[in-house]
């Protein structure tokens, strides 16, 4: 019983739970991207570039025989990949980069003044004393 209370505490802990949804967040931002990239972007540069498909790149090492597949390198699915990495740490840069701001902001906003320190509430009370005179 005491290793499921043990367990249960961490589970909870705000960190892991947070974490826990960054993830499923990232993963569901990982298929945006997979298709902002396949569907939206490459077809446009692959009609650029003289309608090339880029998943269909692949240089062959064996051919097929039969039933067995043909053994490829297929560098075109790794070409779509790379720039799904690069529009992710972009995107997430971005991001990351708009919450620092905001954090500067906050730590930047106008607080009430600092409070006059001994010497100086000293030094206005003679001044207003000697105003008085």
Do not use: C, H, W
């Not at 990239?37 to 077809?43: A, G, Q, R, Y």
């Not at 053994?71 to 779509?80: C, E, L, Q, R, T």
């Not at 740490?89 to 001994?118: G, W």
């Amino acid at each position: 019983m005491k290793i499921i209370k043990e367990f249960q505490q961490f589970a909870m802990r705000g960190n892991v739970v947070d974490m826990a949804v960054g993830i499923i967040i990232g993963a569901a931002f990982g298929k945006i991207i997979t298709s902002l990239v396949e569907d939206i972007l490459m077809p446009p540069i692959g009609a650029v570039m003289g309608g090339m498909d880029f998943s269909n790149l692949k240089l062959i090492i064996k051919e097929a025989v039969g039933t067995t597949p043909a053994v490829a390198i297929k560098y075109g699915v790794f070409i779509n990949v790379v720039i799904n990495f690069i529009i992710v740490a972009f995107a997430m840069f971005m991001l990351i980069r708009a919450m620092n701001s905001l954090k500067k902001k906050e730590e930047v906003a106008p607080s009430a003044p600092p409070k006059p320190s001994n010497e100086e509430v000293l030094l206005a009370e003679i001044r207003d004393l000697l105003k008085r005179k």
